[in-house]
């Protein structure tokens, strides 16, 4: 099955500051299959981009996905105090599909 | 809007059976393929199975094979989850969520999820 080893494991920041969150793919994801999603305590996983780059309906202009092969990206421009959470993410490229162990954003 | 229930967890001994039910709502059921996806503080996020549309085409994680069976029921806009043979690590909350299926695996829409304790 293909690991996804995500990076940092919790990200101390302010608001206003961007965020670079790392996910990297013990094999290649095919065809960019990749998604990320946001969890927020005691909520279910929302998902935010889908095929690496495409955001799902309601991801705001200032969280955008991108890379490909193995290494992965999603940023976050200006943090909002909406944004801190754990982000996610998951490749559905093969089956099993599997989820990187998540990355916290906190308020530094 | 758009809306997935879980609902059927609880308490099991180890060795036990639990069947858990999803209520899909307000969107064309018949048009969509659904997973379960359990979380846990350990192991994070874990995909346990995956159903067709149509359900001819039907997945299980190497944890799940033999012990759990998906099913659905699109005249009752249901899926479930029949979980056998339970283990202490099968304790997770359980979610069920939306795929377009069709090579596009992604999972736009959770339900709310339902706990399972195996203890």
């Known amino acids: 099955e293909i690991v996804l080893t995500q990076s940092p494991g919790i990200l101390s920041l302010s608001p206003g500051e961007r965020a670079t969150l790392s996910c990297r793919a013990s094999?290649?994801?095919?065809?960019?299959?990749l998604a990320w999603y946001q969890q927020k305590p005691g909520q279910a996983p929302r998902l935010l981009i889908y095929g690496a780059s495409s955001r799902a309906t309601g991801t705001p202009d200032r969280i955008s996905g991108r890379g490909s092969g193995t290494d992965f990206t999603l940023s976050i421009s200006r943090l909002e105090p909406e944004d801190f959470a754990v982000y996610y993410c998951q490749q559905y490229g093969r089956s099993p599909w599997t989820f990187g162990q998540g990355t916290k954003v906190e308020i530094k | 809007e758009v809306q997935l229930v879980e609902s059927g967890g609880g308490l099991v001994q180890p060795g036990g059976s639990l069947r858990l039910s999803c209520a899909a709502s307000?969107?064309?059921?018949?048009?969509?393929?659904m997973n379960w996806v359990r979380q846990t503080p350990g192991k994070g996020l874990e995909w346990v199975s995956y159903?067709?549309?149509?359900?001819?085409?039907?997945y299980y994680a190497d944890s799940v094979k033999g012990r759990f069976t998906i099913s659905r029921d699109n005249a009752k806009n249901s899926l479930y989850l029949e979980m056998n043979s339970l283990r202490a690590e099968d304790t997770a909350v359980y979610y069920c969520?939306?795929?377009?299926?069709?090579?596009?695996?992604?999972?736009?829409?959770w339900g709310t999820g339902t706990t399972v304790t195996v203890s």
């Open positions: 307000r969107f064309t059921f018949t048009s969509y393929s």
């Open positions: 969520a939306r795929t377009i299926g069709f090579g596009v695996y992604y999972m736009d829409v």
């Open positions: 159903i067709s549309s149509s359900s001819t085409t039907i």
């Open positions: 094999q290649t994801v095919t065809s960019s299959h």
